[in-house]
């Protein structure tokens, strides 16, 4: 049996708590992702990328295939890439800030770019359209990327160690 009190709260305009169910927030969540994809689809369509997508719902299309190795988790990746928002918003550009350099699988990356960079060798290049649950979610990054943001990067695997 499911206990009454709800597993989040809101103040309402009367002063009183409002409880939503576990059920209740799924379905918010359900409909807020719906809502995400349907922006993705739209910007997918403008843009006529012919993209697959993941299991996790990432979207990629590598554009320039070596045919090499794929990279694999616990190995460190240098990558390029500009990373921008759907509405066109540039968020970084390593021309500006230089490559990045990452444990695949362990930090300091979106987790659809750790996923993203296992589907390419090196000299690969790719689009990758990482919906917020795979980035930076409900909470943004505080800075540059907004709450429930879709993330568009245009990334070449540099090299693998």
Known sequence: MLSSAGCKNKTQQDG????YTKEELMDM????????MDLIDDFVGKTGW???KTETGLLYDVYHSTGGD???????AEISFNCYLLDG???????VNGNRKFLIGEDQMVNGIHEGVTLMAVGDSA???????????????QNKIPSNA??????????LD
């Open 89 to 95: 918003t540039v968020i970084e550009s390593t021309a």
């Open 150 to 159: 879709a993330l568009v990067f245009d990334l070449s695997l540099e090299s």
């Open 127 to 141: 689009r990758f359209i990482v919906p917020s649950f795979l980035a930076y979610g409900l909470t943004g990054d």
């Open 29 to 36: 969540n359900r409909n807020r992702v719906g809502v995400e």
């Open 16 to 19: 009183q708590t409002r409880s």
């Open 50 to 52: 012919k993209m697959k």
């Open 70 to 76: 794929l990279a694999i988790p616990g190995q460190y």
